[in-house]
């Protein structure tokens, strides 16, 4: 009697190895994916909230502080980025972006972006592009240039797994990312 593995042990034992091997891989990659999009939408947040700290703080653009304040700018056109910007509009502001008053283009992460720009007054509204300003000195939120609009929503999208985040803006200036 000699002891040894049949051919059907090592083939069996051989399956069941690359089985998990390809469940473990396929889960890493949308493991990977949804961290991405997590990140991405915290970073958005992050920015959002550096643009109202410039307007809080009066940063100063090209040598002047801005008239209407500082804002980030979102056009699904462009669904890859978005600009945080300085309202140069003498004497208040247009409460929107013009060309010119860029301040910085913030490109997001690989695979991830911008799927839809909803606003809300009494029902949610899809709208394009969608400006929010901070107006200094309290800073007054602008959403969407005009300001009757209550809440502001920015949704990411990851491509391959199709997975969402949120982030949302309301009139008081508080950001926050939902699932």
Known sequence: ???????????????IIITLTTLLL????STNSRAALITAAQKLASDIRLAQEYSLGSKEFNGQVPFGGWGVYFNISSPDSYIIFADQNAPLGNRGYDTGEQFKIINLSQGITIDSLTVFDSAYHSVNPLPIVFFPPDPTTYINSDGIYINAKITLKERTGN??????INSLGLVDVAD
């Open 1 to 15: 009697n000699k002891k040894g593995f049949t051919l059907v042990e090592i083939l069996v034992s051989m399956f």
């Open 26 to 29: 396929v889960n890493y990659h």
């Open 163 to 168: 997975t969402t985040k949120t982030i949302e």
